[in-house]
């Protein structure tokens, strides 16, 4: 790595080391990095921030990125991979600035502190990915699926034996008869009114002994003539 110090000038690192010293009060105004073994410069960028929302264009790997003897200090950096490169390596990025404050590390995002302090030291760090080993199989042919069903079903208790369930005898259903004097009572309870009414619409009808009024004309006699008799009356 090449970059160019504040009163120091340009100066070199290897990928990996610190590029700058932390705690020396000299901000970076520009920097350019080689691309690892095994890594196409065409899968290395980088871009310097030069302010808030302000980067600078993205450059391939070995260009030179920032400014030199302006005095212009870069606030922070951003390194990435791309291409091949990113599904073999990973790239950190680590960096200390002039107050004090240390950012890092991080992988593929903006490095700059909250203050926006000058950028006074990195560390770029690319290594090859740690291959993700599947689990181990186990019981033979098992397939992982089957085992990870296994794992994570509940255990099923067997169901309880039913008994049989013994039936009654039908009972047939018994009709329900009203008593005899059920009816006869509500004959007798008719109140007197409805009974006197009904003697009066029949008046060939005897009254009753209890409606007849004291002094009261008696029944009509019987006519003779029913039953084959005669009068008995005086004759003409």
Not at 105 to 117: C, L, S
Request: hydrophobic residues 40%; aromatic residues 6%.
């Amino acid at each position: 790595m090449i970059a160019h110090i504040q009163r120091r000038g340009d100066v070199r690192a290897e990928l990996g080391a610190w590029m700058g010293k932390s705690g020396s009060g000299h901000w970076l105004e520009g920097f350019a990095i080689q691309p690892a073994p095994g890594v196409a410069p065409a899968d290395l960028e980088y871009q310097a921030i030069l302010g808030q929302d302000w980067f600078s264009p993205w450059v391939s790997g070995g260009a030179y990125c920032g400014s030199r003897g302006m005095a212009l200090p870069l606030l922070g950096l951003r390194v990435r991979l791309k291409g091949a490169a990113a599904e073999a390596c990973e790239c950190q990025v680590e960096a200390s600035f002039t107050d004090g404050s240390r950012i890092g590390p991080v992988a593929d995002a903006p490095v700059m502190a909250a203050t926006q302090a000058p950028l006074e030291a990195f560390r770029v760090v690319v290594r090859p990915r740690i291959p993700v080993q599947p689990p181990a199989l186990v019981g033979g042919d098992a397939s992982t699926e089957d085992q990870v069903l296994a794992a994570l079903a509940p255990p099923v208790a067997p169901a309880p034996p039913v008994g049989r369930v013994r039936r009654g005898r039908r009972v047939p259903p018994q009709h329900r008869r009203e008593p005899s004097g059920v009816v006869e009572a509500g004959q007798d309870d008719a109140p007197p009114e409805k009974t006197k009414r009904k003697a009066q619409a029949s008046p060939d009808q005897p009254v009753p002994w209890w409606h007849r009024k004291p002094g009261g004309a008696a029944p009509p006699a019987k006519s003779g003539r029913r039953g084959g008799q005669r009068p008995t009356g005086p004759a003409c």
